[in-house]
């Protein structure tokens, strides 16, 4: 009989969960920002995100896709925690508004594909954020119950409405 060492195991969940973070934490941050969240924001819910799951790593079963829905609840949360106590008016809540911290952290083109993908429909760019964080369609069709054909679907959408405003010249 072999004997089970607690501290051991805890040991090396620590260090599975401590690769995870490092795999994912910018590409939590990257999916919050292609879902028209700011940098601040959008690093702060991955912060808080990724605490609650060290707080239960051993129970999630799909960590990825629990931690963007995670993050992505806390920064909506956020945004209308923000707004309710300053009375901002919704102009300025817009993702049209340059950001220089952002400025900062990402190249022109960065940004202007991030400004074209802030503008798609909802759904196309809830689709969209999930594939550049390389999720296939059947992996985003389970994660959002929809059909696999839906999800292509609204991805051939997404990608002829960014093509249409970010070629307008060609």
Do not use: C
């Not at 790593?57 to 309710?84: C, D, G, H």
């Not at 993702?95 to 400025?103: N, P, R, T």
Request: no cysteine.
């Amino acid at each position: 009989m072999t004997a089970r060492h607690p501290a051991k195991e805890q040991e090396a969940g620590l260090e599975d969960f401590t690769d995870f973070y490092k795999r994912n934490l910018g590409r939590v941050i990257a999916f919050l920002l292609y879902m028209d969240v700011d940098r601040l924001t959008a690093e702060e819910a991955a912060q808080e995100a990724f605490t609650q799951l060290a707080q239960n790593w051993s129970e999630i079963k799909s960590p990825k896709s629990w931690l963007r829905t995670v993050s992505f609840r806390y920064a909506l949360r956020n945004r209308q925690r923000m707004s309710r106590e300053i009375e901002v008016p919704s102009s300025l809540l817009s993702s049209d508004l340059d950001s220089s911290y952002e400025d900062t952290y990402m190249t022109e083109e960065t940004q202007t594909v991030l400004a074209a993908i802030r503008l798609l429909p909802p759904q196309q760019r809830m689709i969209m954020a999930l594939t550049l964080d390389g999720y296939t369609p059947t992996e985003i069709s389970e994660e959002m119950g929809m059909l696999a054909e839906t999800v292509r679907s609204n991805l051939r959408k997404a990608r002829q409405n960014l093509k249409n405003r970010l070629f307008v010249s060609e």
